[in-house]
């Protein structure tokens, strides 16, 4: 935000919102937007690879045994089958 901030020559006394700079900018992607786009083009990258390469391996790994009885952790693949609506 002080990127914007420093190109429009808003001071700090001013005061403006976050919503009112993006809004002179003319911004319409969030941030959460973009990282959601570069997460699933690397698992995307990732999932194109070699089989036997790290990364994938990395990415597909189980590990054995039992997980503690609190809530699942969310995984990395979690994320990915949500926002691409993959069903197993």
């Not at 190109?7 to 403006?16: A, G, L, M, P």
């Not at 990732?46 to 699942?72: D, N, W, Y």
Request: with cysteine.
């Amino acid at each position: 935000m002080w990127c914007f901030k420093r190109v429009f020559r808003i001071s700090r006394k001013e005061h403006k919102t976050n919503e009112e700079v993006l809004k002179a900018a003319d911004v319409t992607e969030r941030l959460l937007d973009q990282l959601i786009k570069r997460k699933l083009r690397y698992a995307g990258n990732v999932i194109r690879g070699s089989l036997g390469h790290l990364l994938h391996l990395a990415l597909e790994g189980r590990i054995e045994g039992q997980r503690g009885r609190e809530r699942p952790k969310r995984s990395w693949t979690d994320d990915i089958k949500q926002w691409t609506h993959y069903r197993t």
